[in-house]
């Protein structure tokens, strides 16, 4: 991503152990799942080893890729993916769960109202 850049995992991972070492609260990380992309059992393996020895402080949210006309190039992830990536990060005893999903049938879940608003933006533009 374009802001690892800026903030690359391993100074936001320190970041991450030092506010669990000082105090002691969990940490919960969003991750969407994005098919073909991320969503493969070896991410979930590098999730889970980012994570580390911190399992007990952490909660993973799964999240669905929401498809947005903007990014067409990307997909949701297939449920038989999101299943197992879910499986590997428990295996690994990683605390996760799968956001549910509301409104991707009438393009009203998250990303995909804002997608439809810049496009509304942009033609009225024109």
Do not use: W
Request: net charge neutral.
């Amino acid at each position: 991503m374009k802001i690892n850049k800026a903030f690359p995992i391993e100074k936001l991972m320190d970041s991450v152990n030092y506010y669990l070492d000082t105090t002691n609260r969990r940490v919960t990380y969003e991750y969407i799942l994005i098919k073909d992309v991320n969503d493969h059992k070896e991410e979930a393996l590098e999730l889970a080893e980012l994570i580390g020895d911190k399992r007990h402080l952490s909660y993973v949210n799964l999240i669905p890729y929401n498809p947005v006309d903007e990014h067409g190039q990307y997909q949701r992830s297939t449920p038989e993916a999101i299943s197992q990536f879910f499986d590997t990060l428990k295996k690994k005893g990683i605390n996760c769960g799968v956001r549910l999903e509301q409104g991707t049938d009438i393009d009203a879940a998250c990303g995909q109202l804002r997608s439809k608003q810049e496009k509304k933006k942009k033609e009225k533009a024109v």
